[in-house]
């Protein structure tokens, strides 16, 4: 999670900004960068939801996940779970530094 956005009156958005990152495929060895897709979402002031803009992937433009004790949980169903410490030995090789914390 980022900082909040400058609104075009000089003033910051009171909702912090969420990059994502991500790749498709099964996670038995090492993504390539090509492969990789990235979201961008809004965080919720309350911090217990945000909305996601899956239009890069072809989803809606602001799927709304809720936080659910150990990870982000969607209306379909679908979980994203907290992995304590990230997953380092998941992201390519080129991608060392980004932090899934």
Do not use: H, Y
């Not at 003033?11 to 492969?35: F, H, K, L, M, Y």
């Not at 919720?44 to 799927?63: H, N, Q, T």
């Amino acid at each position: 999670v980022g900082g909040a956005p400058m609104l075009p009156s000089g003033r910051r958005s009171r909702n912090p900004q969420a990059a994502i990152a991500g790749v498709d495929s099964a996670c038995d060895a090492r993504p390539e960068v090509s492969t990789v897709w990235k979201l961008t979402g809004s965080v919720a002031e309350s911090g217990e939801s945000i909305a996601i803009d899956f239009s890069p992937k072809g989803g809606p433009k602001d799927l709304l996940g809720v936080w659910e004790g150990d990870g982000i949980k969607f209306p379909d169903g679908n979980k994203w779970t907290k992995v304590p410490n990230g997953t380092p030995s998941r992201r390519p090789a080129s991608l060392a530094t980004l932090n899934s914390d």
